[in-house]
Nanobody, 126 residues
Framework: DVQLQASGGGLVQTGGSLRLSCVASGFTVDDYVIGWFRQAPGKEREGVSFIRISGGSTFYDKSVKGRFTISRDNAKSTVYLQMNSLKPEDTAVYYC???????????????????WGQGTLVTVSS
């Protein structure tokens, strides 16, 4: 079974940085997508950024474009989300996930259920 283990959340001041990690295991194919979603208190879960492991193509929500960078280390089966210039509105529980996720320059869409890792809390203080 595919499993995802997220880590790296914490408390940071506005303008600070954090790096989230998502360690993946159990994949039997070389080409898949891992992404980050977040859910703020009282809000719906939203997609933040995705990366295709084979080829490295990426997607960023417009709210994080230019501040967040997603990357992968295939040797370590790990996907990272480097978050810079953090804002209070970035405060949320961040989840990594995998599944049938596709995107264009502006939107992403999913087919079928995703496999989720546990969440990691990011708190940005003002």
């Amino acid at each position: 079974d595919v499993q995802l283990q997220a880590s790296g959340g914490g408390l940071v001041q506005t303008g600070g940085s954090l790096r989230l990690s998502c360690v993946a295991s159990g994949f039997t194919v070389d080409d898949y997508v891992i992404g980050w979603f977040r859910q703020a208190p009282g809000k719906e879960r939203e997609g933040v950024s995705f990366i295709r492991i084979s080829g490295g193509s990426t997607f960023y929500d417009k709210s994080v474009k230019g501040r967040f960078t997603i990357s992968r280390d295939n040797a370590k089966s790990t996907v990272y989300l480097q978050m810079n210039s953090l804002k209070p509105e970035d405060t949320a529980v961040y989840y990594c996930a995998t599944g049938s996720i596709s995107w264009n320059d502006d939107y992403f869409w999913m087919k079928g259920p995703l496999t989720w890792g546990q969440g990691t809390l990011v708190t940005v203080s003002s």
